[in-house]
């Protein structure tokens, strides 16, 4: 028997394949679907503070290639997503959830995680680190400095299970100073990655931008991020404390993605763009392809090829 099961914080998840925070998650409605898949879990929309309407429409264009996105943060506020997910909770209490927040400052995440904390919530929180499309904000998991004092002063005070989403980086260098960050604090996990920042689409016919925030500036996702976000998974995988677990996010649309992600070092996989595309039926598929790449390689398990990535002497 094949079985694509994982653990993330040593809790159980059946399926180690999920939707990625921002996708098919904004409300109760979107979240019940996802509950109902294949799906062994889902993320929320990261919830702020105060409810956010977002950045004005068009704000999300499927390309052939992916996505660009600059939804800038729309949400029902964190309450919201802690009510909904508790109310699931307690109908399955063998499941495990993730609920993901940010703030604008540390302060704010000090009160989103006092939040989280006073609602009894047990499952797993993601800190959003790495939003590319709040006007004037730039990405904090690109400011190191603010990464490690956010870390330090998040630690002190919440002590469930906690993971980052960080954005993507690009050098050597970046990879070693942040894993150095963190490997100081007792994170359950980091996922990598979110959407590579502040891309330009544009449709020649029109000589247009396609998205209206930012003059058509987006996150990007999609196949043209897998490469990217492998680099990401494999570098974290190198570099991090075993007990930092890794979720590999981007450019996830049929198995043999899911399989790269998982021989790259990812324990966990998401999935945004190609669940955007699809729905959340695209989860039976998506374990259903694993399911036959594994048979066919004579893998029972994950962890029988989880980061056993070769190469070339
Ligand atoms: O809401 C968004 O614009 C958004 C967020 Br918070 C994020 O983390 N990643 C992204 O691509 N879009």
Redesign the pocket.
């Known amino acids: 028997m094949v079985s694509t099961a994982t653990n993330i914080a040593q809790k159980k998840f059946d399926n180690c394949i999920m939707n990625a ?2 996708v098919w998650c904004s409300d109760e409605n979107e979240l019940t679907e996802l509950d109902r898949s294949e799906a062994s879990s889902f993320v929320t929309k ?1 919830g702020t503070l105060q409810p956010r309407k ?1 950045n004005p429409q068009p704000r999300y264009f499927p390309t052939s290639l992916g996505s660009i ?6 949400n029902q506020g964190l309450d919201y997503y802690l009510e909904v997910v508790n109310r699931l909770q307690q109908r399955k209490p063998h499941k495990n959830y993730f609920v993901s927040c ?1 703030g604008f400052n540390v302060q704010e995440d000090i009160s989103l995680l006092k939040k989280v904390a006073v609602s009894g919530f047990t499952g797993v929180v993601e800190l ?1 680190l ?4 709040v006007p004037g904000k730039p990405q904090t998991g690109y400011d190191f400095e603010t990464v490690d004092n956010i870390l330090k002063t998040v630690f002190k005070s919440y002590k469930g299970p906690l993971g980052v ?1 960080l954005p993507p980086y690009f050098d050597i260098v970046h990879f070693n100073q942040m894993a150095q960050i963190l490997n100081k604090y007792p994170l359950a996990y980091v996922n990598s990655v ?2 590579i920042g502040n891309g330009l689409y544009i449709d020649d016919t029109q000589e247009q931008v396609v998205i209206k925030p930012k003059n058509g500036f987006g ?1 990007i ?1 999609g196949d043209y991020i897998k490469p990217t976000a492998l680099a990401n998974v494999h570098a974290f995988y190198q570099r991090l404390n075993p007990d930092i677990q890794i979720i590999g996010t981007g450019g996830i649309k049929n198995g043999r993605d899911i399989f790269e992600h998982i021989l790259c070092g990812a324990s966990m996989v998401q999935v945004g763009t190609a669940l955007m595309k699809e729905g959340p039926d695209i989860f039976a598929r998506l374990t259903r392809e694993l399911k036959a790449i594994m048979r066919d390689k004579g893998y029972e398990k994950i962890a029988d090829f989880k980061g056993k990535l070769q190469y070339i002497e």
Do not use: D, Q, V
């Open positions: 925070s921002g990261s977002g996105n600059s939804m800038g943060l729309p940010t959003n790495s939003c590319p499309n989403k979110n959407s996150g996702g």
